[in-house]
């Protein structure tokens, strides 16, 4: 009897409980979502104000572009171009050399972008994945080579190239970053991260030779590697300014920084060709990040987990 009675009453008393430890949960979840809501909260502005930093100079530039010459530095500043016009550009196109500019940038990276690609691409596979004497030694003078500025070499390399007649234009803008050590570095951390000796020793077992064991295994596997590195030679080789003025005498073999750089060291200060020489400039990049932005992201993500 006692037993019987006191099982209905222990019952309530259980679901009370549960109730109020139900009751109890969501108010402590929410108070442990609290923090999150707010670090997120944090994290979304500070992208935000980022993005407005690097943002802001190419809608200005963009703006002043599309501006007569006198209403760029108007005051209060105006995004919005009142009257708009087209003379910026007009008047860039043909009164300056700006094709044989723009020529001359596009050739030379695009052609050191894919001889830096492939000549580092093979460097870091020798690195990573064969073994020969002095191996060690050569890779850390590779690597200690990354802290050598390059205004270092900058006049070494000038003599050099002078004095063996190698001074022409399209040679010399492309020698330089043909084989930087970062992108030899690069590749040799991704083979060995990402390519196993068992697939290289599987494709030499059914007689690959070595150069086909690259170009039929290894190179399509770089393929995330290979797209971020190539963004970065470009990027490099199309906005260097220090070594095209050094090698570079004739103002008609220029690139576009040099050029753009003598229209804003005019004596009128030419501001309003310079920003619209700047708009045109800035497309080429972003076409190459647009095109290879998916094998960039991979390479960044393949590059910052191991494993």
């Given amino acids: 009897m006692s037993t019987t009675a006191s099982t209905p009453t222990s019952s309530p008393a259980r679901a009370v409980t549960g109730a109020a430890a139900g009751g109890r949960r969501p108010s402590r979840a929410h108070r442990a979502d609290a923090p999150a809501l707010v ?5 979304y502005a500070t992208l935000l104000a980022l993005l407005v930093v690097f943002i802001a100079p190419l809608v200005w530039a963009i703006s002043g572009s599309f501006k007569q ?16 016009t087209l003379e910026n550009y007009r008047n860039l196109l043909t009164t300056q050399p700006f094709w044989s500019w ?31 004497r ?24 000038f003599v050099l190239v002078v004095k063996s007649g ?37 494709a030499r077992i059914d007689g ?15 393929r995330p590697s290979l797209g971020a590195l190539g963004v970065w030679s470009f990027l490099q080789s199309y906005n260097s300014f220090m070594w095209p003025l050094v090698i570079i005498s004739d103002s008609a073999q220029y690139t576009l920084p040099l050029g753009l750089n003598i229209l804003y060291a005019s004596e009128n200060r030419s501001y309003d060709l310079v920003l619209a020489g700047a708009v045109l400039a ?5 076409l190459v990040f647009v095109l290879l932005r998916r094998q960039l992201l991979e390479g960044l993500v393949a590059g910052a987990v191991k494993g």
């Avoid at 670090?39 to 994290?43: D, K, Q, S, Y």
């Avoid at 803008?173 to 991704?190: D, E, K, R, Y």
């Fill in 39 to 43: 670090r997120r909260g944090l994290l």
């Fill in 69 to 84: 010459r006198g209403d760029i530095f108007a005051t209060p500043p105006s995004l919005i171009p009142d009257p708009a």
């Fill in 102 to 132: 723009f020529g001359i940038s596009i050739g030379t990276s695009t052609i050191s972008t894919t001889v830096s690609v492939l000549v580092c691409a093979m460097a870091g596979y020798g690195f990573a994945k064969f073994r020969f």
């Fill in 134 to 157: 002095g191996k060690r030694i050569l890779f850390a003078i590779m690597f200690s080579s990354l802290s050598v500025p390059f205004a270092v070499i900058l006049i070494p390399l």
């Fill in 166 to 202: 190698l001074a022409n234009p399209w040679f010399a803008l492309i020698v330089p970053w043909v084989a930087p050590a970062f992108g030899i570095f690069m590749m040799q951390q991704f083979i060995v991260q990402a390519i196993p000796d068992e697939l290289i020793e599987s």
């Fill in 208 to 222: 690959c030779s070595e150069f086909g064991t690259f170009r039929r295994v290894v190179l399509p596997l770089l």
């Fill in 282 to 286: 800035s497309i080429p990049t972003i």
